[in-house]
């Protein structure tokens, strides 16, 4: 989570949470590649993106491997559409 995100509070930061995990409105267009691994929604006059990003084991850059659970560690952030 941003620190954008964290800044507008706890009963924000939950109510984000639930819409995220609620999120399934995958598309051609939001999910060309059918990963599911990025959403957007709107909360309190406030447009939020989460992403899934894929790093190797030492998060020190992209996994050789996304679909391997051994070489990969997913990364998910929770972000104001500003701090894009």
């Known amino acids: 989570m941003t620190g ?10 939950n109510q984000a ?3 995220m995990r609620q999120f399934d409105r ?3 267009d939001n999910d060309p590649h059918g990963e599911h691994d990025f959403g957007s929604f709107e909360l309190e006059g406030e447009r939020l993106f989460w992403k899934i990003d894929y790093y190797d084991t030492t ?3 992209a996994s050789p491997d996304p679909a ?3 070489l990969t560690t997913r990364v998910l952030t929770l972000m104001l559409a500003s701090e894009y």
């Open 26 to 28: 995958f598309t051609e």
């Open 17 to 19: 949470i639930v819409k």
């Open 68 to 70: 391997n659970p051994s």
């Open 59 to 61: 998060l020190e850059k």
């Open 4 to 13: 954008g995100v964290e800044a507008l509070g706890l009963a924000f930061i």
